[in-house]
């Protein structure tokens, strides 16, 4: 069934796509599978209680400055964004993506928040100062970089992030059924677990939890930087 949905999902013609080589899979994102993942993932209670897995983790931390790595059309960036109850202190959120489609329906749909700043980076080379922000969540975004980069963005995530803060990713793991269609397109290989916390640990994380989530096919895990 997921699988059906997938492949309606990823209905582009290869001859739309770049180079991968060339740019990482923008061209891919940057179209209306936003959208349509969006709708899916907004209306299926498998998504939803993902969502609540990941949010039972999140404090709320109204002054705290927050990273939402590939935010794509805003689904977690809302839902991070309340949850913490930025919208009542000094707190600020930057969702980043480089799919300009993207920023531009997560703005939309959100409203054009005034205390969320959309911009258009590259998770694997960001424009921030090392030890800025207090939380970095990456929920599906670079578990879709191809050629392994995904372990470069693990790094950005701790450079970015402050002594003392939090990481939350969602990966997808290998052999799971997901994305099955649009991977061989952009040439994205999910990790197996040992890989995903190795690259964390490698990147100067500490994992304090990792639990299985949608059906054991992705990996969410709760990591620190040390103080
Ligand atoms: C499946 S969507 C997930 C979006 C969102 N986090 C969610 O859960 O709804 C993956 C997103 O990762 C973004 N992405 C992939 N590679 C990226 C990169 N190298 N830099 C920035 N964004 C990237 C895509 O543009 C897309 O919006």
Not at 32 to 59: C, G, T, W
Not at 85 to 93: A, K, P, S
């Amino acid at each position: 069934m997921l699988l059906a949905r997938d492949e309606a999902l990823s209905n582009q013609s290869s001859k739309e796509l770049k180079n991968v080589e060339e740019d990482g899979g923008r061209s891919f994102w940057n179209r209306d599978y936003l959208k349509r993942f969006h709708k899916m993932a907004s209306r299926l209670e498998r998504f939803k209680k993902v969502n609540l897995q990941i949010l039972i983790r999140v404090p709320q931390d109204e002054n705290a400055k927050v990273l939402d790595m590939c935010c794509g059309s805003g689904r977690n960036t809302q839902l991070v964004f309340d949850k913490m109850n930025l919208e009542n202190g000094n707190g600020r959120m930057w969702a980043v993506d480089f799919s300009p489609q993207a920023l531009m329906l997560a703005n939309q749909l959100l409203g054009n928040p005034e205390r969320i700043l959309f911009k258009d980076e590259d998770v694997r080379q960001m424009c921030f100062a090392d030890n800025v922000f207090n939380y970095v969540f990456d929920i599906w975004g670079s578990t879709h970089i191809p050629n392994q980069e995904w372990k470069t963005a693990i790094k950005e995530a701790f450079r970015v992030l402050k002594p003392g803060g939090y990481v939350y990713f969602l990966y997808w793991l290998q052999g799971s059924n997901f994305g099955k269609c649009f991977r061989s397109q952009i040439n994205v290989v999910y990790p197996k677990s040992q890989e995903l916390l190795e690259a964390i640990k490698n990147s100067g994380g500490n994992v304090l939890d990792a639990e299985k989530a949608f059906s054991n096919m992705c990996l969410l895990v709760w990591s620190k930087k040390p103080d």
